[in-house]
C-alpha cells in the first residue's frame, strides 16, 4: 500500500471532529465536510452579536436540517459521536461563539441544554457581561456574572470555551471551573505572533484542566505572508504537542462564510470592515481579504490531505487519530458523559 493509500484508510477509519464550523450555518456547505471525512463538525449558534431569540432560532433551524437528512444527528454526549461514525453520519455539535445570546439572564443556559447546546464560548473578541474578549483594550478578569456563568455550565455539563476570550479572562475561567475547559480554535503565539493566538502559559493551563486546544485555518494567524502552507498549520499542532503532549491537541480549523472560495473579494470585504466597524476585529489582527485557507485543506473537502501531511511529518497513527478527534472526545465524555 502506497502512503496516500494508508493515510486514506486512516482517514476513513478515524474519528474526525473539526471544533468550530461556522461556514456549517450556510446549510449547503454541511456536504462539503462529508465529503472531507467528517464524523462530526460543530456549527456555530450566534457569535459576538445576537440575542435569545437568534440563538434559539438558529438551533430551531439544525432540528429542521436533521428532519430533512437522515444522515445526520444532534450531539448531546459523547456517544452520539461514535453513533454517528458507527452508522456513517455527521455529527452536529452546536457551540456558540460569545455569550449574547443568553443576554443576561442564567437561567437561559438551562434552556439551551435541553435544547442540546453543548459548548458555550465566553467571548468573541470584545467586551461582555462575561468578562473581556482577545481583541479587547483592557485584559481583566471573569465577572460575578461570569462566574455564575461558569458554575451553572459545570453542574449542567456543559463545555467552556475560551476561543476569542481575553487572557486574563481564560485563566480565571480555568481557575473556577471544575470541568476540563477547552480552546476550540486559537493558535499558540510563540509560533506566530497575532493578538487573536494564545499564550504557552494559557496553553499550559487549558492542558492541566485536562482540555485541548484547537489548531486553526485562518490564514493570519498562521503567517503573515498570505496563503500559509499545511506545514505551517501542523507546525502549531507539533509545537502544542511539544509543549504540553500530544492529548492536549485538536483540530478547529474555523472555516467560515467570508473565505476564499465561499465569498467573492467584495463581499469579503464588505463582511471585513463591518466587523472593523463594529469593533469585532481589529486590523492588527486581522488583515483584509482574500483569506486563502492552508494550502491542500483550502476546504473542508480535502481534510484527508492533512492526514496525509501528518504521516509524512512522522506523526504516528494513534497520534493523529487523538489529533483528529480522540482528544476532543474524551473531553466531550468527560463533560457531557456518555
Excluded at 173 to 197: K, L, Q, T, Y
Aim: charged letters at 25%; proline letters at 4%.
Amino acid at each position: 500500500m502506497t502512503a496516500t493509500t494508508n493515510a486514506e484508510a486512516l482517514h476513513r477509519d478515524a474519528i474526525v471532529i473539526d471544533a468550530t464550523c461556522p461556514l456549517a450555518r450556510i446549510h449547503k456547505y454541511v456536504d462539503w465536510y462529508r465529503d472531507g471525512g467528517a464524523t462530526a463538525i460543530a456549527p456555530t449558534i450566534t457569535g459576538a452579536t445576537g440575542s435569545a431569540r437568534s440563538g434559539f432560532t438558529q438551533i430551531g433551524s439544525w432540528y429542521r436540517y436533521v428532519r430533512e437528512h437522515d444522515d445526520t444527528l444532534i450531539v448531546r454526549q459523547a456517544t452520539d459521536i461514535e453513533r454517528a461514525k458507527a452508522e456513517g453520519k455527521l455529527g452536529l455539535i452546536l457551540h456558540c461563539q460569545g455569550t449574547a445570546l443568553i443576554e443576561d439572564e442564567i437561567d437561559l443556559v438551562d434552556a439551551y441544554y435541553e435544547a442540546g447546546l453543548r459548548i458555550v464560548q465566553l467571548c468573541y473578541n470584545t467586551k461582555n457581561l462575561v468578562g473581556d474578549g482577545a481583541s479587547e483594550r483592557t485584559d481583566s478578569g471573569l465577572s460575578h456574572f461570569g462566574i455564575k456563568l461558569i458554575e451553572r455550565l459545570n453542574r449542567l455539563g456543559m463545555l467552556v470555551d475560551c476561543s476569542h476570550t481575553g487572557h486574563r479572562t481564560s485563566m480565571d475561567a480555568v481557575e473556577f471551573s471544575n470541568a476540563p475547559v477547552i480552546i476550540s480554535h486559537a493558535n499558540a503565539r510563540a509560533v506566530e505572533d497575532n493578538g487573536r493566538n494564545v499564550s504557552d502559559e494559557l496553553i499550559k493551563a487549558i492542558a492541566k484542566s485536562g482540555g485541548v486546544v484547537g489548531t486553526v485555518g485562518f490564514p493570519a494567524f498562521l503567517t503573515r505572508d498570505g496563503q500559509p502552507t499545511l506545514d505551517r498549520f501542523i507546525d502549531d499542532i507539533a509545537y502544542k504537542a511539544d509543549l504540553v503532549g500530544i492529548d492536549h491537541t485538536g483540530i478547529g480549523i474555523d472555516y467560515y462564510e467570508g473565505q476564499h472560495p465561499v465569498e467573492d473579494d467584495a463581499a469579503a470585504m464588505a463582511r471585513y470592515q463591518n466587523r472593523l466597524e463594529t469593533g469585532q476585529w481589529r486590523a492588527e489582527d486581522y488583515p483584509p481579504p482574500p483569506y486563502k485557507f492552508p494550502e491542500g485543506i483550502e476546504t473542508p473537502r480535502t481534510l484527508v490531505r492533512l492526514t496525509e501531511r501528518l504521516i509524512a511529518r512522522g506523526f504516528s497513527e494513534e497520534d493523529i487519530r487523538k489529533i483528529w478527534g480522540l482528544n476532543f472526545l474524551r473531553v466531550y465524555r468527560t463533560v457531557w458523559g456518555g
